[in-house]
């Protein structure tokens, strides 16, 4: 049955015969994984193109930022993981309200890290800490309702209906759960890779960060502390390995396994590779891989360095590793409105004062040398 | 009566859930509620204090190395004392918690 997937028609079969076919041609580049660690290519131009600084007040303001979200009107959606809750600022930065509080009741949030808009009205809070996705109206900040999924969360999106968590369930072995909000059905997909449910390491939790962007047919998944992304069609099924080349990011070394089960301390562990952070479709179909270099410090700041990476909409060729200019003076948030990146820093400034400012960052990919991604198909077993 | 943290910025200041819950209380109630480091804090430290618009009550002279701990004190009195829960997703003590809600009451 024919599958499109950002813009690329292709039957699983029939792509693992191409693929066949282009290794005997020699045209290794186009299907075998990249094997060419840091290269040096032209990236595309991240251009920071407007500065917002958030309202706050003495009483009311961002302690802790863990998530930025932008709707579909514009509004900022920022969570505050010190005080749990959601803040909603107007476009301008003024502050407009705020969605939930700190609690375990209907309404209330553990340890928010995420959310998403699943139209104008609803947004989507994920509570960590607590288990559970809670729905709000965007208009009145009232509380909708609530849902628990067993397993480990670490992201999500969401679209139209549909709520798209990175999700570890290890009993069923999944590593993504879909929740139609409509019908209130869950479905757990994707097989959760061997690295992740072999190694002490990422059972730990430590690296666990798992990123899922997904449309009606097609999923692609990145995992913290590995190089190649999944696509999957849109049951679950895996498709192919994605294996996008290095430029100026720490990439992910080959035996990161090993690196990890000998790292004496959290901050060797995050130090050893790139993670990547977030996935976004951008209107021309392409998608953007928000790749983070961490240097976690001894007071648990997760310091940053950003590279941003295209893929084209077909996902055989990659613009890698522009460079996203932020101060490093504590852990970075992203959003994307359509397709402008948005980074949220607080930084503290010469006066002793915090702010909370937010970024919007262009992307020209006129710049850019596409590179090929290398792709490993997975040959469904019969 | 007074509750105060007692709390060791050695721990996670960038993640003890409680600390929020102690700043929210304190905004609310300040003659009740103190926050208190078990040493100076480093300029990393302080950074991340003045993010959290965290200014400590006071700072003890010696080091209590890894010391976190909610007091309860009437008239003067210590009453209770407890080790502090700041693990990531940890809420407020129900002693704490009850100690707040009832001086809000008042």
């Known amino acids: 049955m024919p599958v499109r997937t950002w813009g690329l028609h292709w039957r699983t079969r029939g792509l693992v015969r191409t693929c066949a076919l282009l290794l005997l041609g020699n045209a290794l580049a186009a299907c075998s994984p990249d094997t060419d660690r840091h290269r040096t290519v032209r990236s595309a ?9 958030l309202q706050e007040s003495d009483s009311s303001y961002i302690g802790r930022p863990v998530g930025l979200a932008v709707s579909p009107r514009g509004d900022l959606y920022v ?5 749990p809750r959601v803040i909603r600022y107007a476009p301008d930065g003024s502050m407009l309200r705020e969605i939930g509080r700190g609690g375990q009741g209907p309404g209330e949030f553990s340890g928010p890290t995420g959310l998403a808009f699943l139209n104008d009205t609803t947004v989507a809070v994920l509570d960590l800490y607590g288990n559970t996705i809670s729905l709000f109206d965007t208009r009145t900040g009232a509380y909708r309702r609530r849902r628990s999924f067993d397993g480990s969360y670490w992201s999500l999106s969401a679209t139209r209906d549909s709520v798209w968590l990175g999700l570890w369930n290890r009993q069923r072995g999944t590593a993504v759960a879909l929740w139609n909000t409509r ?18 390491t ?16 097609a999923i692609l998944v ?6 190649e992304l999944l696509l999957a069609d849109a049951r679950g099924q895996p498709v192919a390995h994605l294996r996008v080349p290095v430029g100026r990011r720490r990439g992910v070394p080959p035996n990161i ?11 060797e562990m995050y130090g050893l590779s790139s993670h990547p952070m977030r996935l976004h479709q951008l209107s021309s179909g392409r998608i953007v891989i928000v790749h983070s270099d961490i240097e976690l410090t001894t007071s648990s700041a997760f310091l940053q360095d950003i590279y941003l990476t295209l893929l084209s909409d077909d996902l055989t060729q990659a613009c890698i590793d522009a460079p996203v200019r932020v101060t490093r003076q504590a852990q970075p948030w992203f959003a994307f409105a359509m397709d402008t990146l948005l980074v949220l820093e607080q930084v503290v400034l010469e006066t002793d004062r ?12 006129s710049t850019c040398e596409w590179v090929s991604v290398g792709w490993s198909p997975v040959i469904p077993s019969r | 009566m007074v509750a105060v943290l007692l709390f060791d910025p050695r721990l996670c200041l960038t993640c003890a859930q409680t600390l929020g819950d102690w700043v929210s209380a304190r905004q609310s109630t300040p003659e009740h509620v103190r926050i208190v ?32 701990r909610e007091f309860l004190f009437r008239d003067g009195r210590l009453e209770v004392q407890r080790a502090s829960d700041f693990t990531a997703g940890a809420r407020l003590s129900p002693m704490v918690r009850t100690f707040i809600d009832s001086a809000r009451i008042r």
Do not use: C, W
């Open chain 1, 45 to 53: 131009t991240v251009s920071a193109i407007d500065s917002l600084e």
């Open chain 1, 79 to 83: 969570i505050d993981a010190f005080r």
């Open chain 1, 183 to 200: 019908e209130d059905s869950i479905s757990h997909l994707v097989a959760l890779p061997p690295f992740y449910a072999d190694s002490l």
């Open chain 1, 202 to 217: 990422f059972r730990g939790q430590l690296l666990g960060h798992t990123v899922v962007v997904a449309r009606d047919t």
């Open chain 1, 222 to 227: 990145g995992y913290a502390a590995q190089e």
């Open chain 1, 257 to 267: 396994e090993e690196r990890l089960s000998a790292a004496r301390s959290p901050e």
């Open chain 1, 354 to 365: 915090a702010v909370s400012r937010v970024r919007k960052y262009a992307i020209d990919d």
């Open chain 2, 37 to 68: 480091l078990s040493r100076s804090p480093t300029v990393e430290e302080e950074r991340i204090l003045v993010r959290l618009r965290l200014v400590p009550d006071g700072v003890l002279a010696n080091d209590a190395y890894g010391m976190s």
